[in-house]
């Protein structure tokens, strides 16, 4: 770009970033100048991309696949990289629907990353506050991952343009977090060694505030593990005395568990459905299989918990006369997030602020707040402070596998505003907003303070350092990483094909086609915002 392009850049965007962060004696004031007048460059971009942004967005949204199903939105963004000079390795770590994006040579090396799954029967039409699925039973994006890449791509597009400009070495990595939902995947790439060069991850994830934290979050470590009885079928009505029901094993291992329950620590979450309970009554079922999530604060915890969860399956094989085998098909440390970064990450943000909502935003939040009978208060208008380490008492919730990166390499994960607060999380509810401006808003939102946090770690070295300096002399000084995954065990990379193909045709026809419509709100012929009209 031409400096005349540039200053018509700096005038436009002026506005959007008011202060940045103080810098470092080291930093002189002509280098403090550049980097004030380089960060307001790829704002004042990110802001001339949000075309792109919401076509990114609305097309990950109708795509809505499942994790390891991620076919089409991996092929559609992986097309879309190549486009912009990447280089893609697709299929990486045994995951067909995984890639890494890399551009630029040299040290620092950025990687971003963000989730592309979505959630079983969380087909929902954007803008309508109540449940109203696209396809009934199909899958939809009640977690909001159709947002992330975006923000990502953005970022990256605006500051590859300044890198080339300026002649700024570094590396720009992108890569998706493909099953997250299974947290099946992230582990695996790390395995491979995907982050071995890798100096800072941002990890974006929708939220609905603009922020980042440091230390330990309040998300648990978990592994995943399927327990598949097996015993001898017979009918069940003339021979039951002949079978051996692996159902029953099944059954009597739940019945286990949840009596153990009232004796684990709280901060534990254990959960399990039956993918596998038999085929019909009078067989005695001779396979039968639970999958459950077995969630604790910490490696030792995890694996304890896993322990008994072995244990209570040899009893209730040895009541049934079963015998079982245990699979795992997903595992997660718990995230811990970089100081060093964090603190560069939220100055950026309170440069950013949250985006303008209009009266419409704030109807559509307030209509779905009130169907869902929270507090009706809309959207997020005020940034929160920036967060530091949890204590243990007030840990226990989901997981990410984002954990398991984050004890490899500095790691941030950065929330943006494309939610509406107090959902209930993977729900219909969760996929409202997200085809929405609300959406779009916050990913450009996001995508803004990314590529200014992307520009000071191309131009202050001494944040890498400091985040080096945390990883190994705070967060890694007494815990080592060892994987939750043994070396033997492959990506589960079966799972949601069956359920993904019962539903892809029919929600073919409402892929996003940003050729013929300006939204896919448009496309939808969705009034922005439906909310239920009073009840008479
Ligand atoms: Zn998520």
């Given at each position: 770009m031409k400096t005349g392009a540039a200053s018509v850049l700096l005038s436009i965007c002026v506005h959007a970033v008011a202060t940045y962060p103080p810098l470092r004696a080291q930093t002189s004031p002509g280098d403090q100048q550049r980097l004030e007048a380089l960060k307001t460059v790829v704002a004042g971009d990110v802001d001339s991309r949000q075309k792109l942004t919401q076509v990114i967005v609305d097309t990950l949204f109708s795509y809505g696949e499942l994790g390891f199903q991620e076919i089409e939105t991996s092929r559609y963004l992986v097309a879309l990289l190549r486009k912009e000079g990447f280089t893609v390795k697709e299929g990486i770590a045994g995951v067909?629907?995984?890639?890494?994006?890399?551009?630029?040579?040299?040290?620092?090396?950025?990687?971003?990353?963000?989730?592309?799954?979505?959630?079983?029967?969380?087909?929902?039409?954007?803008?309508?506050?109540?449940?109203?699925p696209i396809v009934e039973g199909a899958p939809g994006h009640g977690e909001g991952h159709n947002s992330g890449q975006a923000v990502n791509i953005v970022a990256a597009l605006a500051v590859k343009r300044i890198m080339e400009r300026e002649k700024i070495p570094g590396t720009l990595r992108l890569w998706p977090g493909v099953a997250e939902e299974l947290l099946a995947t992230k582990a695996y790439f790390v395995r491979e060694g995907y982050f071995k060069d890798v100096d800072a991850v941002l990890f974006a994830h929708v939220n609905h505030t603009l922020n980042v934290s440091w230390g330990a979050t309040r998300q648990t470590g978990m592994v995943s593990v399927e327990y598949t009885f097996?015993?001898?079928?017979?009918?069940?009505?003339?021979?039951?005395?002949?079978?051996?029901?692996a159902l029953d094993a099944v059954e009597l291992m739940d019945v286990g568990w949840n009596f153990r329950r009232e004796h684990l620590r709280l901060q534990q979450r254990s959960h399990y459905v039956i993918p596998n309970g038999g085929d019909q009554p009078n067989v005695v079922p001779s396979v039968a299989s639970v999958w459950y999530y077995f969630r604790e604060l910490d490696y030792p915890h995890v694996n304890e918990l896993w322990a008994i969860g072995r244990d209570i399956a040899k009893g209730a094989a040895l009541m049934t006369g079963t015998t079982f085998t245990e699979r795992v098909l997903g595992s997660a440390w718990a995230p811990h997030f970089n100081k060093a970064l964090a603190e560069a990450a939220d100055a950026n943000i309170r440069a950013v602020g949250l985006p303008q909502w209009s009266d419409a935003d704030q109807a559509l939040a307030r209509g779905l707040q009130k169907e869902l009978q929270v507090p009706e208060r809309g959207l997020a208008t005020a940034?929160?402070?920036?967060?530091?380490?949890?204590?243990?008492?007030?840990?226990?919730?989901?997981?990410?596998?984002?954990?398991?990166?984050?004890?490899?390499?500095?790691?941030?994960?950065?929330?943006?505003p494309s939610n509406i607060p107090d959902l209930p999380g993977h729900n219909?509810?969760?996929?409202?907003?997200?085809?929405?401006?609300?959406?779009?808003?916050?990913?450009?939102?996001?995508?803004?303070?990314?590529?200014m946090t992307m520009v000071d770690l191309l131009l202050r070295p001494e944040i890498?350092?400091?985040?080096?300096?945390?990883?190994?002399?705070?967060?890694?000084?007494?815990?080592?990483?060892?994987?939750?995954?043994?070396?033997?065990?492959?990506?589960?990379?079966?799972?949601?094909?069956?359920?993904?193909?019962?539903?892809?045709?029919?929600?073919?026809?409402?892929?996003?086609?940003?050729?013929?419509?300006?939204?896919?709100?448009?496309?939808?012929?969705?009034?922005?915002?439906t909310i239920r009209s009073a009840q008479p």
């Open positions: 067909p629907t995984a890639w890494m994006a890399s551009w630029g040579s040299g040290k620092p090396v950025i990687a971003l990353g963000s989730d592309i799954d979505c959630i079983p029967q969380a087909s929902q039409k954007p803008g309508v506050a109540y449940h109203d097996s015993g001898q079928s017979a009918h069940s009505g003339a021979s039951p005395w002949r079978g051996k029901s940034l929160e402070p920036l967060r530091g380490p949890v204590t243990d008492a007030e840990r226990g919730f989901g997981s990410d596998d984002i954990g398991d990166v984050s004890w490899n390499v500095p790691t941030i994960a950065l929330g943006y219909w509810a969760n996929a409202v907003s997200m085809a929405t401006p609300i959406a779009h808003k916050g990913a450009t939102a996001g995508s803004k303070a990314l590529a890498i350092r400091d985040a080096w300096t945390y990883f190994r002399e705070v967060q890694t000084k007494d815990v080592k990483y060892q994987p939750l995954v043994a070396p033997t065990d492959t990506p589960a990379t079966f799972l949601n094909a069956r359920k993904m193909a019962e539903y892809r045709e029919p929600m073919k026809r409402y892929y996003y086609d940003a050729t013929k419509y300006p939204t896919y709100l448009d496309q939808l012929g969705i009034k922005y915002p």
